[in-house]
């Protein structure tokens, strides 16, 4: 990213920037006086090169792969060393070293009888093959021989990598999810033209899970938006199989809101110089906030049913500029709050001044 914040450059534009008046040649006053600076300021540059590289997990270094792959909870699997049964022909002290061949083993544990774990001194792979007589590093009384018979765990190398690069970055692409109600509803809400959900249990004589759908504009959601997240959650022509994010046996149905129309009818006294006319389109878009505000609050209320409060929608009316007074509001011809159940949702029909 600073590739071209190099010394020269610096003080190429630091000298230009004196003016024709000023000498800048080398070992003039200005020239000295700027080049600690530059210097220092090409050392910067290169840390912050560095800093801006060890960001993010595509051009990071080991090192900080390694940390940034541990707040995602993945570990970086280091070099292991062998382990191997050594068949001694009497009891060995844990502790002793054996060389066989190029290598040196601990006495860690006793299997039974003259067998003995022993730990290669050396990780990694390359000693995996290694067999023969064991030969005691320090002098034992009286050795009566052994030998490595066993290879038990295998020694293992530093984890390559770019592929540990490869599983960091992957890990993005993969959702840890447990299948309860939260986790649904981070999930499908995530998902594009979602605006909440309302994951349900299956009732007991139902093998369905049902989540029902509020659109991104949190009106009824479109049929292809219906669909695109019954795929994303548990595609239709595999039910229950946990094709997608559902588990395996979760048969989800996505079913969308149902919208209620709700049509306001009032008899509006209006200030001097207003009319219904010019009032009409702020009553209405007074009303449509109104039930936007209650299909916001759709998903929270879980399955409390939602309310068309009669008092809710003379406030709003009565907020509009040129309205004095209302009487005889009513919501779908009623005077009366409109309850909606938990699957439904209030949409504008309309509004009738009287």
């Given at each position: 990213m600073y590739d071209d914040r190099l010394f020269d450059t610096i003080m190429?534009?630091?000298?230009?920037?004196?003016?024709?008046?000023?000498?800048?040649?080398?070992?003039?006053?200005?020239?000295?006086?700027?080049?600690?600076?530059?210097?220092?300021?090409?050392?910067?540059?290169?840390?912050?090169?560095l800093l801006s590289e060890n960001m993010l997990p595509d051009t990071q270094d080991l090192e900080h792969l390694i940390r940034y792959a541990s707040e995602r909870g993945i570990a970086y699997s280091y070099a292991t060393a062998p382990i191997v049964k050594g068949s001694f022909k009497q009891e060995i002290e844990i502790g002793e070293l054996f060389d066989c061949g190029d290598y040196t083993y601990e006495v860690t544990e006793l299997i039974g009888g003259?067998?003995?774990?022993?730990?290669?001194?050396?990780?990694?792979?390359?000693?995996?093959?290694n067999v023969g007589e064991l030969t005691p590093v320090d002098y034992i009384d009286d050795y009566l021989g052994g030998e490595i018979t066993e290879l038990l765990v295998p020694g293992t190398d530093d984890e390559d990598e770019e592929k540990f690069r490869e599983k960091v970055i992957?890990?993005?692409q993969s959702v840890a999810f447990g299948g309860n109600k939260a986790d649904y509803r981070l999930f499908v809400d995530a998902l594009k033209g979602v605006g909440g959900c309302k994951p349900l249990r299956r009732a007991k004589d139902s093998a369905w899970i049902n989540i029902y759908l509020i659109g991104s504009d949190f009106g009824v959601p479109s049929a292809e938006v219906v669909n695109s997240v019954q795929s994303a959650v548990d595609p239709e022509e595999n039910h229950g199989e946990g094709d997608g994010i559902a588990p395996i046996c979760h048969s989800v149905k996505i079913i969308p809101v149902t919208g209620q129309e709700v049509m306001i009818s009032t008899k509006v006294t209006y200030d001097a110089g207003f009319s219904a006319d010019t009032t009409r389109p702020l009553i209405e878009e007074a009303v449509k906030n109104c039930l936007l505000e209650l299909r916001k609050?759709?998903?929270?209320?879980?399955?409390?049913?939602?309310?068309?409060?009669?008092?809710?929608?003379?406030?709003?009316i009565l907020?509009?500029?040129?309205?004095?007074?209302?009487?005889s509001t009513k919501i779908n011809g009623a005077d009366a709050n409109l309850t909606l159940d938990f699957k439904t949702v209030p949409t504008f029909g309309g509004v009738e001044l009287v």
């Open positions: 190429a534009e630091m000298m230009n920037s004196f003016g024709p008046d000023v000498r800048t040649d080398e070992g003039s006053l200005a020239y000295n006086a700027c080049a600690k600076i530059a210097e220092k300021l090409e050392d910067v540059y290169g840390d912050m090169d003259f067998d003995y774990k022993m730990r290669c001194q050396i990780e990694g792979t390359e000693a995996n093959a992957n890990s993005f609050s759709w998903e929270a209320n879980e399955k409390e049913n939602t309310i068309v409060r009669l008092a809710r929608i003379e406030a709003a907020n509009v500029e040129g309205v004095v007074d209302i009487t």
